[in-house]
């Protein structure tokens, strides 16, 4: 326990933020197993709000510094390429492929 008067309050200050910082990352964590579960689904317009939804939370984590901006780019880019995944066609299967050629 501090006990110098300005390292008390910056005790307090990071408790305060710690906290705040747990929230948010929890917030995050929640919209992007969102994101992923919709992405699974068949559903591509919900997949796509749930995904924009991520994104807003987690360039908001970033600006506060919840989360680093890097971080915060890379799980975007997941999304994003799980999304464009999801929604391709399937590659036809062997029979197909050798009857079509």
């Not at 307090?12 to 929890?26: L, V, Y």
């Not at 987690?58 to 390429?81: F, N, Y």
């Amino acid at each position: 326990m501090p006990n110098i008067k300005s390292s008390k309050k910056d005790l307090k200050r990071s408790r305060r933020r710690a906290i705040r910082n747990a929230d948010i990352r929890s917030n995050v964590k929640t919209a992007v197993k969102k994101a992923r579960a919709a992405t699974a689904g068949k559903d591509a317009e919900a997949a796509r709000a749930e995904i924009r939804t991520a994104a807003r939370l987690l360039d908001k984590a970033a600006t506060k510094g919840a989360i680093h901006k890097r971080a915060a780019a890379r799980r975007k880019s997941r999304l994003a390429k799980r999304l464009q995944a999801s929604q391709a066609a399937p590659p036809p299967a062997e029979g197909e492929a050798a009857a079509a050629g």
